[in-house]
């Protein structure tokens, strides 16, 4: 079967925000599969932050640099409409590594690829509470901060897909969240639709004084999705013990070497502080353990997410752009 795609290729590397003219949109004629491919329809592009540090050619990040004219990858959601691997079927609806396109050619032995169940007849469900940024959430929140009932649980980027989930996950186990995000509309949103105890517009406030205001016994988790000033506002109101779990650091990811920082790194010693950094491709073998613990919560009305829709291939970069604006509020994602 020989299929007309399009797809969206690294042109240039991207400057800051700059991703419209660093992306370009080409067609091509896709080849006659190879034995152990699948041909899979995208119907949803998950639109993820982390991948903007791909688009560089930095060697120590935790996947390589993309070549400049190569295509650009990402988590996938679609159905497979031809198959030469023994696992697939025509009509399997899979989450995998794919290519910003109308379809993805996949290698489900070389790269990560696994078929959904049908729980959800919403397929963005599995790039939600049922996939990577869920499961982050739960980790970054269970496991690496530990978050007990009873204790101080802050989170930045507190609007946004990971987030909005991590502090949710805090609330349902007993912690007082405090969510730190971009503007009054979104905070009010934390507050009054989700349930936090307070929320910090670190764009209009002084995130240190706000912090030691809201949390007068200190922050026991610190759930960082930024790293830069507001990590160090963070760790400067820390309790003893307390723990900051490194989810993601936004603020780093358009930099172009090294960043400075943090600057209150004292404060691992006078705090007896554990800092601890998760990875989400780590466990994602561990999602069947992970869903009925979200879909838990979930049923119980303690977590929800909003998404963020745009549709149509070629919406790719501005939907991506949102990330980065702070354009939106849960997960960003383009359906085809
Ligand atoms: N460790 C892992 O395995 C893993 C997995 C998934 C995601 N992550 C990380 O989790 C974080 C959130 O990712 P996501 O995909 O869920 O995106 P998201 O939170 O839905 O969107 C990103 C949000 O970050 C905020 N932001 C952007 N630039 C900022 C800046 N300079 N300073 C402060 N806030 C900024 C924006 O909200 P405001 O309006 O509040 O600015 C924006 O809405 C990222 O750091 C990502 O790399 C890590």
Known sequence: MSTANRHWILARRPVGNGYAEAFALETETLPAL?????????????MDSGTRMYMTDREDSYQPGTPLGAKLIGTVLGVVVESRHAAYKAGDRVRCYGQWADYSVVEPD????TGL????DDLKAYVGIYGANGWTAWVGVVETGAAKAGETFVVSA?????????GQIAKARGCRVIGIAGGAAKCDLLTREYGFDGAIDYKAADVEAELARL???????YFDNVGGAILDAALANMALFGRVAVCGLITNYIAEGPVPGPYRFDQVLMKRLRIEG?????????EPEFNPQLARLAAAGQLR???EVSTGLEATSAAFTKLFTGANIGKV???L
């Open 278 to 286: 998760f990875f989400s491709p780590d466990f994602y073998a561990r």
């Open 158 to 166: 507190a609007a946004g897909c990971t987030g909005l989930m991590a």
């Open 333 to 335: 994602v383009v359906e």
């Open 34 to 46: 190879a034995e152990g491919q699948i041909l899979v329809a995208n119907k949803v592009l998950s």
């Open 110 to 113: 070389a790269t990560y690829c």
């Open 117 to 120: 169940d049908d729980a959800h």
């Open 305 to 307: 997410l909003p998404f």
């Open 215 to 221: 949390c007068p016994n200190g922050i026991d988790v």
